[in-house]
């Protein structure tokens, strides 16, 4: 089991910053794909961008250019940083942890206000 816990979201202006974190308590975090998930209201929750274990980056195309993603192995953490933040940017941030199971963190809000 892994325990993942998200700080960092909160109210921001469009066009400010964020950056979001997520510790996992596990010995074997270099082995986990860590990614970072979002969901607003009435909508699916979607992948915004993710870091393999070798440390390949993905994103989704609608942050591309805005978000960076990275991990810290020595920390068992991972961030994301958010710059040129959008209303459409608000939702519910989650952290996530796969390698065979995926591990979800509680989530953290992030609203940008226009």
């Known amino acids: 089991q892994v325990q993942l816990v998200e700080s960092g979201g909160g109210l921001v202006q469009t066009g400010g910053s964020l950056r979001l974190s997520c510790a996992a308590s596990?010995?074997?975090?270099?082995?986990?794909?860590m990614g970072w998930y979002r969901q607003a209201p009435g909508k699916p929750r979607e992948l915004v961008a993710s870091?393999?274990?070798?440390?390949?980056?993905n994103y989704a195309d609608s942050v591309k250019g805005r978000f960076t993603i990275s991990r810290d192995n020595a920390k068992n953490t991972v961030h994301l940083q958010m710059n040129s933040l959008e209303p459409e940017d608000t939702a519910v941030y989650y952290c996530s942890a796969r390698q065979i199971v995926v591990y979800w963190g509680q989530g953290t809000q992030v609203t940008v206000s226009s």
């Open positions: 596990t010995s074997l975090f270099s082995a986990y794909t």
């Open positions: 870091v393999s274990s070798s440390g390949r980056t």
